[in-house]
């Protein structure tokens, strides 16, 4: 599991600003030096590594500025996290006491995140069945069992501009409550 992305959000949250750029050689030294619950790890990590893939290799194209395009992305979020309140864990062993729960699991068929073996989609959707009895829970995923329901999508590059991708949000269909 990575940690450092909740390191990032909740930095973000009580009013860290990022780095309005970043070098090749600073992208180096925080991936070898800096400690992942610092918030400049995760943002070196996702936000200045070539297609969004954590250390993907330093993100370089043109004049472009990733770190000040991550910057952006961030700040422009900032006013809509004060009210997160973010948990991190399994997820099938965290206290979640909410009525709105938000899973971002590993998507099925792409490069897993963090440490830890392979992901069990099949049990983390049962959880989600489970849980969906007391909650309401929202799952970001490219795609879900038949008893899921999408409720928003939207195309996305990849992250390298090769290709678009549909993200979609899903809810247990609620005839199954």
Not at 46 to 56: D, E, L, T
Not at 61 to 73: P, T
Not at 151 to 177: C, H, M, P
Request: net charge negative; hydrophobic share 35%.
């Amino acid at each position: 599991m990575d940690l450092s992305i909740i390191s990032l959000l909740e930095a973000v949250q009580m009013g860290w600003e990022p780095p309005v750029s970043v070098s090749e050689e600073e992208y180096q030294r925080v991936r070898n030096e800096v400690d992942e619950s610092e918030p400049l790890h995760a943002f070196c990590k996702y936000g200045c590594s070539f297609g969004g893939k954590p250390w993907g290799g330093y993100a370089r194209s043109g004049d472009r500025n990733y770190a000040m395009n991550a910057r952006n992305s961030l700040l422009k979020q900032a006013s809509k996290l004060r009210a997160v309140q973010f948990i991190s864990g399994a997820y099938d062993e965290v206290k979640v006491d909410a009525d709105i729960i938000y899973c971002d699991p590993p998507y099925k068929g792409t490069t897993q995140v963090g440490a830890g073996g392979k992901f069990d989609t099949s049990a983390f959707w049962d959880w989600v069945r489970n849980r969906s009895k007391e909650s309401m829970v929202f799952v970001s995923e490219l795609f879900a069992p038949e008893d899921f329901e999408e409720i928003w999508s939207k195309k996305l590059n990849d992250g390298l501009g090769a290709r678009k991708i549909t993200e979609k949000l899903f809810v247990w269909k609620r005839g199954n409550r």
